[in-house]
C-alpha cells in the first residue's frame, strides 16, 4: 500500500486498452496489427551504428554532455534545412525550432502553454488518444470534428465555432489539433481546401492549429498536399514533426516548427518537463541528416509500407468482401486501415476472442475521451511480415465470424 | 507576434537566472562556476563508443524501437542489482523502478501525480530550483525549510507541521522534498538522526518524503550515511537517482524507486508525457552497467572532483581569508561549494561586474521560488580544469573588492 496521496488528476489516469494491448504484442504465436510500431528493418542500423561511434568518441563534450533545451543547434539548423531544400518552407531560424522527446512531448509541453483549465480545444473524433490524453491533463473541455474521407469536417466546425462566439466563449477556444497526413487512426488525409478553409476559421475566430504530422513522408501515392504551416504562417499554426516512423522511435526525436514567442514558452516549460532532450541521439541524428539523403533512405521504406499496405488491402479483400456491412479505409500513405464492421459489432468485447485466435488490434472505442467508433477498429499493417499479414487477416476473419454469430450478428 | 493564446501558466514562465547565465558559459576568456555540468573527461567514451555501436548493431530491434513506458526491463533489472549489491537494498522488483528522462522529468511526473492546486509541499531554502519549477507547475503552496550544516531544520519542519494540523490544514501536505546528499546548491548532508526523525514526521503527519539523491555517489570523505529509502520504506520514500552527475547528462537516464502502485500513476503520467525514455540510451547504460564494475568506473571520476574540490576550497582560504564576513562550505562530496559574503552584497547585481572580469557563478537567489540568500553564490568545481579554477578563484575575489568598494561595503 503507498501513503502517497495522489492528485485528482493521477485519480483519474486509468490505463490505456492500447497499452494494456501492447502487453500482448510480444506473447507468442501472436500477430500483432496493434501499435504503430515501425518495422525495425527500415532502420538504417549500420550507419547509425557508425555515427554513433563516432560522435560519442569524437563529439563527447556534445553527445554526452547537457544540451541546449531548445536541442542541438546542428540538428536544428540541419532539420531546417531539410524542411527548405524538400518542402519549400524557408525564413525560420533556429528561434524557430525546438527537439522533443517524440512528439508526445511536444504535445504536453502545448497543453501547458496553451491550456488552461477551462479552455476550449477541438479534436477530431476519432482521435489520437496521445493527444487527447495530453491535453485533458489541463482541460477537460474538448470539441470534436467528425471525420469525414477528407478529413475533419470542418463545415460541422464553423457552425459549432458560430455557437461558441454566440454563447460568448469563442474566446476560449485556444486550438483545433489536426492530424492531416494519414490521420490516426482513421487513416484520412486532410484536402487542400479544407486546409485552407480551417485557416481561414483560425482568422475569423482567432484561434491556433496545431498541426501533427508524423506521418506525413511516408505516402505511397499521389501527390502530397501542402502543409498548413506552409499555407497559412507560423504565427496561426505549430507544426509538429518526429522521425519516429522514419528513422527510429527510440531515438525519441520529435520537432516543433513555429513562432518565436511560443518557441520561447515551448522551451521554458521544457526546462521544467526534463531540461534537455538526450544530446546523444539528437548528435547521431544530425549527423545522419547531414550526411545522407533522406529521401533516399525513405524510399526503401517507403516501397516497404507499400507493399504490405497492398498486401493488407488485397488480403481483407479477400476474406472479407463476402460480409456485408464491412468496410475499410484505402489509405495511400501512413500506418493505418481503419476497418469498420456493422452494427452491432463491438471491437472491444472481441478483442478476447481475438486473442484466443492470436490476432490483435486496437478497438475503435480506444480513439476516444468518451465513447464512439464501437464496431470499428485500427490495423497496423508496418510491423508484420508478410506471411504474417495474411495469417493475420485470416484469424481476424474467423474472429469476426465466430464473434458474429455468438452474438446473432451473422 | 504570435496569435496564440498562452495559458495562466505560460504567462507565469519566466526565463530563469540559471539559464540566462549558462548562455554566458561558452563565451572564449569567460571561467564558469556556474552550471552542475559533469567533466566531459570523465564520461567513459572509449567504452560507450563501442557499447553504442554494438547496441544498435546487435539489438536494433530493441535499441532503436519503441520500449516500455516504464523502461528498459534490462536496464531496470541491472539497476537494481547495482542497488542490492552496492547498498544492501534489496526486495524490489522491476515494478518498483521506472526510468525517465533525467531526474527532471521524474520532478515533473511526480508534481503531476501527488500535487492539486491547494496542495502542500515542504522544499528547502535555498532550494534545487528544478524542482521548485517543477512542483510550481501545479501548486503555488511551498512551505521552506530552512538548511543547517546537517540539512533541513527537523524542529522547524515539525513546528510548522503542528500548525498546519491546528490549522485544519495538514491532510494537504503531500510530501517533503530533500537533497539529501551534499545538498545543491548548499553543498550540506542530511545527518542520520534527521534522516529518522523525518521519517518520524512523515509517519505522525502522514506525509510523503521525496528523496532526490543525484550526487550520493560523489563522496569523497567519510562513510555514506543509509539513504532514507532504506532507513523508512517504499510506501512512505521515493527515491529519485540519476546517471547525470556519474555517467552521462547528454543519456538523460533518471531512477525513480518506489512503491508499486504510485510507479504505476507515475508510469501512466509519463505515458502522456513522453510515451518513453530513449530505448537506445537506456540499452547502452543497461550494457554498460552489466559489463562494468561501476563503482571502479567512479574511482578516477570521484579522485578527480575531491582533487578539485580540494584546489577550490585552498584558493578560496588563499585569496578570501582577510575579507571578514565571508565563509564557505567544504563540502565532503557533490559539486558545490556555497559562499557566502558579508550582508550588504547582492550576489545577483554583481553579475555584471563578473561578467566583465570573466568569471561566472550562480548568484544566490536563483535558488529560491521567492527571494532568499541575495549575499551568497554557488561555485561549481567540476568542470573547470585545474589552472582555470586557480585563475577564476582570483577573479571572483577581484570582483567582490571592487563592487564592495563601489557599494562601500569594503
Redesign the interface.
Known sequence: ??????????MK????II?ELLKSTNLPNVISFG?G??D?GT?P??I???I???V??DE????????Q?EGDPLLREAYLDMMKNGEGISGLTLDNIMI???S??AL?LVS?????SD?IYFISKPAYL?AA??FS??SDHHEYMELTETGIDTDALEKRLVELKDEGVI?KV??VYVVPNFHNPAGVTLSLEKREKLLEL?EEY???IIEDDPYGDLRFEGEPIEPIFKLGDK??V?LLRTF?KIL?????LGFVI?????L??LT??K???????????QRIAARFIMKHDFSDHLKPTIALYKEKKDLMLSELKKRFADLPGVSWTKPTGGLFVWLTLPEGFDTLEMMDLAKEKGVLFIPGESFSIDGCCNSSMRLSFCLPPHDKIIEGVRRLRETVQEYGKRRGLL
Open positions: 500500500m503507498s501513503n502517497f496521496k495522489f492528485s485528482t488528476l493521477a489516469m486509468k490505463s490505456s497499452r501499435g510500431v515501425p525495425p532502420f542500423r549500420e547509425l551504428a557508425k554513433a561511434s563516432e560519442i568518441s563527447y563534450q556534445v553527445s554526452l554532455q547537457y544540451g533545451t522533443t522527446v517524440g508526445q512531448s504536453d501547458k502553454v496553451l491550456l488552461d479552455s496521445g490524453s495530453a491533463v489541463r474566446h485556444k486550438f483560425a482567432d484561434f491556433g504565427e496561426r505549430l519516429s527510429s522511435p527510440g531515438m525519441r513555429g513562432n518565436e514567442r511560443l520561447q514558452k521554458l516549460a526546462q521544467s518537463a526534463d531540461l534537455c532532450s538526450p544530446t546523444l541521439t
